[in-house]
Nanobody, 116 residues
Framework: QVRLVESGGGLVQPGGSLRLSCSVP?????????MGWYRQAPGKERELVAS???????NYADSVKGRFTISRDTFTNTLYLQMNSLKPEDTAVYYC?????????WGQGTRVTVSL
């Protein structure tokens, strides 16, 4: 496994925005790999938020459709998650994930708190 490094979390008020970043080693940064963001709220299971499929398409959880956008920069090997119109229920630790040749790689997580 390789190390993914997330950043960009923090405290934001409801209705606000944040952009999460994930630095991915070049060795596994490929359009053919599944790349995505997961989150885990206190007391809940980790869930998929958004991802790129191996074919280059995107998937979003119903709860974030229209508010979150996943993107990636092939020059800097960075995966992003733009989060708009944040709600208190978006509060969680967000994890970057890359699946490569049968291996699953995770970052350490970045905490997002949506509160007044």
């Amino acid at each position: 496994q390789v190390r993914l490094v997330e950043s960009g979390g923090g405290l934001v008020q409801p209705g606000g925005s944040l952009r999460l970043s994930c630095s991915v080693p070049q060795s596994i940064f490929s359009r053919h790999n599944i790349m995505g963001w997961y989150r885990q709220a206190p007391g809940k299971e980790r869930e998929l938020v958004a991802s790129f499929t191996s074919g280059g398409g995107t998937n979003y959880a119903d709860s974030v459709k229209g508010r979150f956008t996943i993107s990636r920069d092939t020059f800097t090997n960075t995966l992003y998650l733009q989060m708009n119109s944040l709600k208190p229920e978006d509060t969680a630790v967000y994890y970057c994930n890359v699946q490569n040749s049968g291996s699953v790689n995770w970052g350490q997580g970045t905490r997002v708190t949506v509160s007044l």
